[in-house]
């Protein structure tokens, strides 16, 4: 595995360096040698926080994490990983996809630990989506309680998402064909 470690508000000692790639080496044997992990620490407001992001197969696997001390954050982040793989193996499964990212024995090896993880979508709704500026879809969401609101932008026909970020300001998710 390729580790980019970046920081930012932060050195990146030796020390913490090798925190990471030992925690987050503990992957290894779900993905292959060429794998890049991007890994980004920060300190923002006394809180130590770090970012992982691993490209594989068109999807991104990502956590964030936050705590009082960065060995927690990072602990945290590699538990949550692990987990979000553990889905992505059943889905790789179901799929029957060969997924080159992935060591093959962690897509053969057993899969009972992973159905327990099985999505399972519950509910499906269906609405009408009429076109509007991006501000009135926060305003719109904001009406609703809500905290993401699905609509066609006046601007690009397309559908777009807006949603509220932790620190109270929008985003918006505009979609990118591949």
Same mark, same amino acid.
């Given at each position: 595995m390729n580790f *980019? %470690? +970046?920081? &930012?508000? *932060?050195? %990146?000692?030796?020390?913490?360096? #090798?925190a990471v790639e030992q925690k987050l080496g503990k992957l290894e044997k779900y993905f292959t040698? /060429? @794998?890049?992990? %991007?890994? @980004?620490? +920060?300190?923002e407001k006394g809180r130590?926080? *770090?970012?992982? @992001?691993?490209p594989v197969k068109g999807n991104i696997i990502r956590s964030e994490q936050e705590s009082s001390d960065m060995y927690v954050s990072i602990d945290l982040v590699e538990e949550i990983i692990e987990r979000q793989l553990r889905k992505y193996k059943t889905k790789l499964i179901a799929k029957q #996809?060969?997924?080159?990212?992935?060591? #093959?024995?962690?897509? /053969? +090896?057993?899969?009972?630990?992973? /159905?327990?993880d099985e999505i399972? %979508?519950?509910? @499906?709704? &269906?609405?009408?989506i009429k076109p509007m500026f991006p501000e009135d879809a926060c305003i719109q969401m904001e009406l609703l309680g809500h905290n993401f609101y699905v609509f066609s932008n006046a601007e690009t026909d397309e559908v777009n998402v807006v949603y509220k970020r932790k620190n109270g300001t929008y985003g918006l998710i505009e979609p990118e064909f591949q």
């Open positions: *980019i %470690i +970046s920081g &930012r508000n *932060i050195d %990146i000692t030796p020390g913490l360096r #090798q040698p /060429e @794998t890049d992990i %991007i890994v @980004t620490l +920060s300190v130590q926080k *770090i970012e992982v @992001t691993i #996809q060969g997924g080159h990212d992935f060591r #093959q024995e962690f897509i /053969e +090896s057993d899969t009972s630990a992973a /159905e327990s399972e %979508i519950v509910r @499906t709704k &269906r609405f009408g």
